[in-house]
């Protein structure tokens, strides 16, 4: 089965045919660690977690190179840095961290590379050089910039127009700028700015603008022209603009040849963004939601399409999550080795089609429910091969009906701290345990067999 993407380059819909289909090539652009990522931050690595599985899939997991860069140097960052007096390492080292646990709570794959913009300073110099001698880039007072007008079809992407253009170009420091629309590629140390957040150039230290960043990384990782490139819509205009700027005014060859881009999750309409001061982090929901089931909400619309987050989107994709947990817990078989259903695959290579694609696991639930016994492990294989390609259902069903899976083990091992302070004859303790819990509607039953619990 053909799968079709929204390609940004062309503004259609294009059936997705790799250069080389013993290694597809995928590149998302990553996060920015000075800080937690939020519930937006989570929709592209989700959204292009299951247009991955499905390249998988269909290429065969060996022949797909996914990489999704780790951006550890940045303006924010060393500002947390001189706010906090913390190192920039320490910093980028801890939300990195914090972010790849947050997005494996969401069933997010690990990418095949994640690369460091530190680790590929180098290569950005490289490019950077090679600009320079073909006539794209130019040293200015404060470092070196792009030549916007140097390059015929700049603005292909976006499509913007010139004015349009430099009203969108970041507001940097002029710097010597040749034309208003020229871009950063280097920029050169500030006085004060720590000594982990520069490096020895040509043009003498300083530290690399971030769309050279991904250009460097991408070619280094993955090759000079990669299949598919992706992000938030944000990111059209500049960064993948200058992106493209970068790689084939070097490269002479286009830099990715499908570019898909994902909408925005708004709250309360109002898109979510740090700036607006309105964001929900990933790391705070994942206290009160199970990540699966804030997976479940990011795909319940297609990517391109805009989300709003509210607590009745999270509490009905809660609800169709027991829906198909229950289903799977009534089949009490082995699964059959099926593929994928049809119509979830169908869905899936349809641009990514999620909400269709859950639409089609609901109905398999249905079926489920109504079926006999006979039929059970072809159904149960085929709800959890749709699993698998959605990053949804990898978990025990019992469990999933305890309450969240994680958070099982965590009142199982209180309840068994309890029954512990009990046979130590410490009542006062296991009092508190149990009250502790009650408190969060989780009761403990004592009975002849021991302890067991459940929410109420
Ligand atoms: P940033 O750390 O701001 O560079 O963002 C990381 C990724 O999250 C980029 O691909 C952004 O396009 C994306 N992003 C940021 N905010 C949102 C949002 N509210 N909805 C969807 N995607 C977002
Ligand atoms: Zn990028």
């Known amino acids: 089965m053909d799968i079709r993407l929204h390609n940004t380059l062309t503004r259609e819909k294009q059936v997705f045919s790799p250069e080389n289909p013993q290694r597809v090539t995928m590149y998302v652009c990553g996060p920015t660690v000075w800080s937690y990522a939020h519930i937006g931050n989570a929709r592209p690595p989700v959204a292009f977690d299951v247009l991955f599985r499905l390249l998988q899939m269909k290429y065969g997991a060996a022949h797909v190179v996914y990489a999704a860069n780790i951006t550890d140097v940045d303006d ?189 999750l708004s709250i309360d309409s109002e898109k979510m963004s740090k700036s607006i001061g309105n964001v929900k982090l990933v790391h705070d929901l994942l206290k009160h939601y199970d990540g699966e089931t804030m997976r479940l909400a990011l795909m319940s619309a297609h990517y391109r399409q805009p989300l709003d987050w509210t607590e009745s989107l999270l509490d009905q994709s809660k609800t169709t999550l027991d829906r198909l947990y229950n289903a799977l817990r009534r089949m009490d078989v082995e699964a059959e080795d099926t593929g994928a259903p049809k119509g979830v695959v169908a869905a899936l290579c349809d641009d990514l089609n999620t909400p269709q694609a859950l639409a089609e696991l609901s109905a398999l639930a249905t079926e489920a429910n109504k079926s006999e016994a006979a039929d059970w492990p072809r159904l149960k294989g085929q709800m959890l091969a749709a699993g698998r390609l959605l990053g949804l259902l990898h978990k025990n069903p019992e469990d999933w009906a305890r309450g969240d899976a994680s958070d099982a083990k965590r009142i199982d091992a209180l309840v068994a701290q309890r029954i512990d302070a009990r046979q130590q004859k410490d009542f006062a303790a296991a009092d508190q345990i149990r009250k502790a819990l009650a408190e969060e509607g989780i009761e403990i039953m004592d009975g002849p067999q021991g302890s067991t619990w459940r929410r109420v």
């Not at 957040?197 to 690399?208: K, V």
């Not at 990669?226 to 700027?245: M, S, T, V, Y």
Request: with cysteine; aromatic share 8%; hydrophobic share 40%.
């Open 76 to 264: 924010k960052i060393i500002a947390a840095a001189a706010e906090t007096g913390r190192p920039v390492g320490e910093i980028t080292a801890l939300y990195e961290t914090i972010y790849r646990e947050d997005m494996g709570a969401l069933g997010v794959t690990e990418p095949t590379y994640r690369p460091h913009a530190t680790d590929h300073i180098a290569g950005m110099i490289e490019i950077i050089q090679t600009l320079i001698d073909k006539g794209h880039a130019y040293a200015g007072r404060d470092g070196v910039l792009f030549d916007v007008p140097s390059m015929a079809d700049y603005g292909k992407l976006s499509g913007r127009n010139r004015d349009e253009m430099i009203a969108g170009a970041r507001v940097e420091v002029d710097g010597g700028k040749k034309d208003p629309a020229d871009f950063a590629l280097w920029k050169a140390a500030k006085p004060g700015e720590p000594a982990e957040a520069r490096w020895d150039s040509p043009w003498g230290e300083g530290r690399p603008g971030w769309h050279i960043e991904c250009s460097a990384m991408a070619k280094a990782v993955l090759g000079e022209t990669i299949d598919i490139h992706a992000g938030g819509l944000d990111l059209i205009f500049p960064h993948h603009e200058n992106e493209i700027a970068q790689s084939e005014c070097a490269h002479g060859k286009p830099m990715a040849r499908y570019w898909l881009h994902n909408g925005f």
